[in-house]
């Protein structure tokens, strides 16, 4: 086992992901979903979110804890016009949600816009994903999921709101959609995931305590977020002087639109655990959206205009030591050239993971260099 990061080609990593779906119990082509969704995290950089996140928060859940089934049975329990509910029943959050955007898509292109939410799903992957749907079919795209219990309320110290991410996609006309993918909170749990997996220590200011003090131990802070003793903060900070009451404000509308409109779990109803303390499915709950551009004017004009808007802002005047400003999904897309040809970044921890579900599954055929 080396102790370095090494890299493995996204195509190989992505076949594997495919195969330890179908080795526990995904079908075929809802494997391949799943895994699309996480390779494309890699792919974009956004680590929190990819095939680190295959072992705790699939695998896991689905062999281990048994609070998630592997074949999605995807029921329409109402559906009129423009809008549609579903329900999941605690199958793979990502095949639930990718149905549901393309629900929406489909229903805007025939009513201009199209609107579906969902109950009793589970984690399904990076949110802006889906809004990136809607952009591929020349569309807005917009978002959003409840989670479990992470966020204080503004001068709380209690988790009360998942990290909750409102997130939107507008095709442009540059080689990448504008995407503004993230929580609600200061930090999302997979930041601290990622954190505690590479053994480092948090920044002040992402968590916590039930005094008010921040917490910076990654791998003690995972454990008392489940215990609900520590809290991350919200977008903006602690208390009001810096805005944290905006961050916990969004975190409420996604919180409503997730549950409300479904009539699915909220807040402490979606810790994982039942009143006895034993394990449960999460009952998560998302909506989606599609706007049809052309209902209001060219898809091209659009693409434009928002690009134009987008280069002005690059082009601003930078602040002192800046090397460049940048736009939403920018970063991403940057990420994506630089790692086209290298693969998916895999640190000891991970590496650690991939083996044990390599070898539980008998997963022969994958060879790679750290074992």
Known sequence: MTDSICSVGFDTMEAFMVDVFKGIGVPAEEAAVCADVLITADKRGIDSHGIGRLKPIYYDRIVDHKIQVPVTEFEIVREQGATAV?????????????RCMQMAIDKASEYGLGMVVARNSTHYGIAGYYPMMACKAGMLGMCGTNARPSIAPTFGVENMLGTNPLVFGFPTDEP??????????????????????????????????????????????????????????PVGGIGEETGGYKGYGYATVVEILSAALQQGAFLKQLSGFDPEGNRAPYCLG?????????????????????????????????????????????????????????????????????????????????????G
């Open 176 to 233: 990448f959609p504008f995407t503004n993918d993230y929580a609600t909170s200061v930090s999302q749990r997979g930041k601290i995931e990622q954190y505690a997996r590479e053994g480092k220590t948090l920044p002040a200011g992402w968590v916590i305590d039930r005094e008010g003090q921040t917490r910076t131990d990654a791998k003690a802070v995972l454990d008392e977020l489940v215990a609900g003793t520590a809290a991350l903060v």
């Open 86 to 98: 579903v329900d999941g029943h605690h199958g793979m959050g990502m095949v639930i949600a990718k």
């Open 286 to 370: 998302h909506f989606f959206m599609a706007v049809n551009i052309s209902a209001f004017t060219e898809v091209e004009a659009f693409k434009k205009t928002t690009g134009d808007i987008l280069r002005a802002l690059r082009g601003s005047h930078k602040a002192p030591g800046a090397e460049r400003i940048y736009t939403c999904g920018e970063k991403e897309h940057l990420a994506w050239l630089e790692r086209e040809g290298k693969g998916v970044p895999i640190g000891v921890e991970l590496q650690k993971q991939i083996i044990a579900m390599r070898d539980a599954l008998r997963l022969d055929g994958y060879i790679f260099p750290f």
